[in-house]
């Protein structure tokens, strides 16, 4: 690329994009800015430093943005006057430092060059009202497009969950129903078997206290070491947990019998281990299934416990169980339903819970309480849902702007800023409601007030 000459003002005064601008103005720039010659190749790539802003006097261009290593075209022009390269260089410090798309010269071309400086300066002094009207546009796009990339998102999320759940729901029903046929065939493969012992009531409770169990353990250990049975250190546990002792082993018999048993019994609790985890995987499917529905329903009457116990449910664990070291304790009073969208609520309280965990995992010990509250307006206009945390509370700083945009306390990639935007959105313009935060440490409750009747919320 070669710089030619000047730009004469009687051609700058033909390009579109300076029609209206003084002699003086024209001058200007004529001084400032240089014709280059580009030779077919690269103009620039997204992502150097933005140093010129560029408007094409003859030639053809081809702008392009890079999407997982490959650049796309997304424009061929030859239309003479189209701009290219730093054009946001008018938001000043606020301006990318990079170009945001790349220039490819497909043909020779000319083009009138600029310094970006010189034209962010001139474009804030001579148009201010629209370098403002500009600036607002830009950010109330970006925030746009946020908002819609997560929304798509998130129902690309619900397709692939609903997707995911239907497929792995009938090898885990299937899976229940072989493990039920094991515990029916072992039952009756005992009774075939001649000389198969018969379970003996147990003499004791099985001992909680970690020390009685293991005294209990030993003594069995003993009586199964003078039998020979093999593997004692394996099946003395099981044993136990079965509330069996020493009295039982020893009318049982001999060891055969006795080691026949103890591994009928260590069967037996692998089948109801294995029972309870697939019962626990198809809850998980359930809830995974009714969640990725939600978004697809319109406005309706809900119960907002329902909602609340789905996104507990996803978030890894039922009310009263542990969430990774935090623990879920939920208190639900009798409440009526309210009108709203099922999907959108469902994020609301999603957003509020996975915060709320985040703030226990950043506490003392990583690890604490979240209650979830559903109570009834004393009024008796609306229903009132608070997810109260006893993690450090949110920063004083932060507490009057939790609800803008872009604000987080988390670490850098590890959160938007928008869930709680999101979340007032949906409350407060979606639903007319309230939200509402109290923080202090040991002590955040968020605080959600949903109209009974809408039309008076």
């Excluded at 560029?54 to 943005?65: D, K, Q």
């Excluded at 995911?164 to 885990?172: D, M």
Aim: with cysteine; net charge negative.
């Amino acid at each position: 690329m070669s710089t030619a000459a000047k730009l004469p003002v009687e051609e700058l005064r033909t390009l579109f994009l300076f029609e209206g601008l003084s002699e003086e103005q024209l001058h200007l720039l004529s001084t400032a800015g240089d014709v280059v010659e580009a030779a077919p190749g690269w103009l620039y790539r997204e992502g150097e430093e933005a140093t010129c802003f560029y408007v094409l006097l003859s030639g053809t261009l081809a702008l392009s943005h890079r999407s997982g290593g490959d650049d796309l075209e997304i424009s061929r022009t030859r239309q003479r006057g189209v701009y290219c390269g730093a054009w946001e260089a008018y938001l000043g410090d606020a301006a990318p430092e990079g170009y945001s798309s790349s220039a490819r010269v497909l043909e020779p071309a000319r083009l009138f060059a600029l310094p970006a400086a010189e034209f962010g300066r001139v474009v804030r002094e001579w148009f201010p009202m629209a370098v403002h009207l500009l600036e607002g546009l830009r950010v109330g796009l970006a925030e746009a497009q946020e908002l819609t990339a997560a929304r798509e998102r998130l129902l690309a999320l619900g397709s692939l969950t609903a997707g995911l759940t239907h497929e792995l729901g009938n090898p885990a029903a299937a899976l229940a129903r072989t493990l039920e046929q094991l515990q029916g065939g072992l039952a009756a493969l005992d009774r075939a078997v001649p000389g198969a012992p018969a379970l003996p009531a147990p003499r004791a409770a099985t001992p909680l206290d970690p020390l009685r169990r293991a005294e209990a353990e030993d003594v069995l250990l003993d009586v199964l070491d003078e039998l020979g049975v093999d593997d004692a250190d394996d099946l003395a546990p099981v044993l136990v947990e079965h509330g069996v002792g020493a009295g039982d082993l020893t009318a049982l018999g001999d060891r055969a019998t006795v080691e026949r048993y103890a591994r009928s019994l260590a069967v037996r609790s692998l089948l109801a281990e294995a029972s309870a985890a697939s019962a626990r995987i198809s809850d998980l499917l359930a809830s995974a299934g009714r969640y990725a529905q939600l978004d697809r329903t319109d406005n309706r009457w809900v119960d907002v416990r329902e909602l609340l116990d789905a996104a507990i449910a996803m978030l890894g664990a039922g009310a009263g169980r542990a969430v990774g070291r935090a623990r879920v304790v939920t208190d639900y009073a009798e409440v009526p339903q309210v009108l709203g969208h099922a999907g959108e609520l469902t994020q609301v309280w999603t957003n509020l819970l996975d915060n709320a965990l985040d703030a226990v995992a950043g506490g003392p010990g990583g690890a604490g309480t979240v209650t979830v509250r559903v109570r009834d307006d004393p009024d008796g206009a609306g229903v009132v849902v608070e997810v109260a945390d006893d993690g450090p509370g949110v920063p004083a700083d932060v507490l009057p702007r939790v609800f803008e945009p872009f604000v987080t306390t988390k670490d850098v990639g590890e959160g938007t800023g928008l869930g709680l935007d999101i979340a007032w959105r949906v409350v407060v313009h979606r639903h007319h409601g309230r939200l509402g935060v109290t923080s202090g440490p040991g002590d955040t409750v968020f605080r959600v007030w949903l109209p009974t009747n809408p039309q008076e919320g």
